[in-house]
């Protein structure tokens, strides 16, 4: 089966430093995803992109971060400035379609370590 | 807005006997509803989902899961539990409102013992 592939594995990064998280979705299809899972709690929804823009985001997606697909195949969520909040497992993911039973593909997560 | 409730963020069954995790729902709307899997160092797996058609879902690795409206409820279960199936599980639920978020539980660790 695809697959999204997510790079680092593993980021640690001193707190107010950029932080760019790198996503590679399944080649066909046009729905792009970042979750974020902190130790502990629920995984939380943080933005949907399609057509080169957002197409919904959460509250937890404030002006620190953004996302953007600079070549057609990578797929990136920047934080502008780190806090020691933002530690957590970043989860990138892709769906062909659009609908509420449309299947979501995962990669196997950024765990970003702000200290 | 959508929310769900994952009861027991560990559970413990031995090898062979029934695996039960628990997910409630909450919807205004007519849910879908979805069980997902994180084997370790894996990214999240849909192992299963209800759309509205069969109220019981039959889904990969021999796990199902019933969608009991009166109850809010979509429990995942498998009659017998495998090694293998030690991972984390987590319940999702999406409307079907344009391009609405999945909604996740806090998961549930699911450790199987020999």
């Known amino acids: 089966e695809p697959e999204v592939t997510q790079t680092p594995s593993h980021q640690v990064t001193q707190m107010g430093q950029e932080v760019i998280l790198r996503c590679v979705p399944i080649s066909n299809h046009l729905y792009f995803y970042w979750y974020r899972q902190i130790l502990g709690q629920k995984v939380e929804f943080l933005v949907s992109?399609?057509?080169?823009?957002?197409?919904?985001k959460s509250e937890i997606f404030d002006d620190q971060f953004s996302v953007e697909r600079p070549d057609g195949s990578n797929f990136t969520l920047k934080i502008r400035s780190t806090k020691l909040e933002d530690s957590a497992m970043y989860f990138c993911a892709s769906s062909e379609r659009v609908g509420g039973n449309e299947k979501l593909f995962f990669g196997s997560g950024t765990q970003l370590s702000v200290l | 807005a959508q929310s769900v409730t994952q009861l027991g963020s560990h559970v413990s069954v031995s090898e062979g006997a029934l695996v039960l995790l628990r997910c409630n729902y909450s919807s205004s709307v007519p849910p879908y509803l979805f069980w997902y899997v994180q084997y370790p160092n894996q990214g999240l797996q849909l192992l299963l989902k209800y759309t509205s058609a069969a109220t019981l879902v039959k889904g990969i690795n021999g796990f199902e899961a019933e969608f009991k409206k009166s109850e809010t409820s979509f429990h995942l279960t498998k009659p017998s539990a495998h090694m293998s199936d030690a991972a984390e599980y987590f319940c999702?639920?999406?409307?079907?409102?344009?391009?609405?978020?999945?909604?996740f539980g806090k998961g549930t660790r699911l450790s199987v013992i020999a």
């Open positions: 999702a639920v999406r409307t079907n409102s344009g391009n609405t978020p999945l909604v």
């Open positions: 992109f399609y057509n080169n823009e957002i197409s919904e």
